[in-house]
DNA sequence: TTGTAAGCGTTATCAA
DNA sequence: TTGATAACGCTTACAA
């Protein structure tokens, strides 16, 4: 048996009031003073006695607005993600927006799908953490006139309101922070850069800056999220071949932190006593492991909330010109960086 | 300027590919028997030519399925929530399902007007982590005929379909392990239980369990999320009363875990040699912290899972009979219940 | 094999 | 102040 929800429809109350659908409709819309008060009354009684709930999908069909907002996010079990999602919502709750939600686990098929998906239920707007587009997709977007608005990561090749971080000058703040510190050899480890600039950026940062200090060991990895052990050779590699030296690893966000971390722990490498560490990213969890682990916090909320408004402001005028909003990153340093006694 | 996405309709189609509607609407809907080569060839073409996007809320309004199933959240930010919510989302990609989803932050009031605004995107389904809710937001639903299914938590006076963890013996195995390991008072520790039955059903277990061990202590206590100095406070005394005793804290769930590691920690106790501890829900840095913490992991992701292939079956049937799935935890055991040596 | 027309639950236009 | 009535974009009898 089909589950029949008793759906209780417009034309119920109207009949029910004794009046026309019309005057329902004003009345759900606030157009009270189209309407005498007794029929406002009887509208209202109607309306509580029947439970009407005005279908938004015949509402977002006649008006052309659904009040909904699509969000495609890369990985929602990454905590970047789950507190900007959470600022997204809130600005949505406060804007009278509902978010239609969708995860692309990382995967670039699943995003243009999704895309079409989020476009065929009429969403006004978007907001993309992405993966990476091709370029039917891209023109797909292009032709849609969808606004949209990407958060920490661009696409290349297409313009288009963006939200992140400033990723030169939060890079320059953790680099600084460890030549400071007297680290005399330093790793950046990041995914696998892809199709995601944010990670080339940092990487590019990371070596601007260090070009600046020939003194200085600079070295980089990229690693496969899924490969922990080729992780753990590679540090004990880079440890082993500087050990002479004041060694430091830079993890390029929170995901390599936490792998990372492991690494090291299985290595038996004490980070704060051995070797330094830093990561991108703020955890929750980062003053607890070991001496605590010194990280690089973005203002994830702020950027979700950001990136909602924009798209709020792009749908209302779609002339607008292309924003980009770039906040700061604030380090929190702990133990994991601990300072040379003498220096 | 408002933006105005260039709609393509079904019409515009037809009139491409030189036909009706009808034939456009069988198209997408796969009845191609009913269709010659030729024709399927030329809308196929007219299709791609204007990027058409059939639309689904227009669908949703005349079939009456919308496709959507929505998703009520308790926070966000807590990683069991992310874990259940990574398993909903892959099988609603299964079965063709999207998500609307809205965090109702822990507040009562948000979670009653997210269950009507959902009603109002005539979602198929919902899945729903309580909060707790009043007389009148029930009494809606009962009558909303919605299908339904809970996770994790129960509401009160209120029969649906729910799918979780079985609270009695999962803490059962938690309790006995510290028994097993010596540990001679216990203080179980858990937020505010006010309307939410995991709650009171772990501490009820908890204590049921410490009854057939008179010899041994059991405390409990109760904290708020955003008192931090309670808590310390609270652990402190509790360390003090018996530290004579081997004492062990139980965390309720993975938010008190954090909370009590960090309270832990700035009372300069260490878990695994002053104290044990052990924290319901697995966390990702569990190991990393300290000599790792002992902790009891749910099997998250298949409980979402799990969760939306019971909506789905209610949509599809609604005079089953109401299920509840109970699944079981599992022991990680780590340093933070280590063992006596001579035991 | 194809197309016409009615209707899903709203809102907007127009007339009363 | 009110209320018919025609759309919105789609599916589905029913005809042809």
Redesign the pocket.
Known sequence: MKSEAA?V???DVARAAG?????V?RY??GEL????A??QQRIADAITRLNY???QM??G???GRTRLIGLIIADITNPYSVNVLSGIEAACRASGFTLLMCNTNNEVDLERNYLSLLRSYQVEGIVVHAVGMREEALNQLQQSQLPMVLIDRTIAGFTCDMVGLDNPAATRLATDHLLQRDYRALLFISEPAGTVNTRTERLQAFRTQMAQHPDRVAEQLEIAPDNPAALEQAISEFYQRHRHLRCALLAGNGTVTLQVARALRRLNLVWGEQLGLLGFDELPWAELAGSGITTLQQPTWQIGYAALEQVLRRIDDATLPVSEQHFSAELIVRGSTWKLPGS
Chains 1, 2 share one sequence.
């Open positions: 759906r429809t417009i034309s009046t026309g659908k019309t005057s409709s759900l819309n003073n189209a309407l005498s007794g029929l709930q005005p279908n015949a509402r069909l006649k008006r």
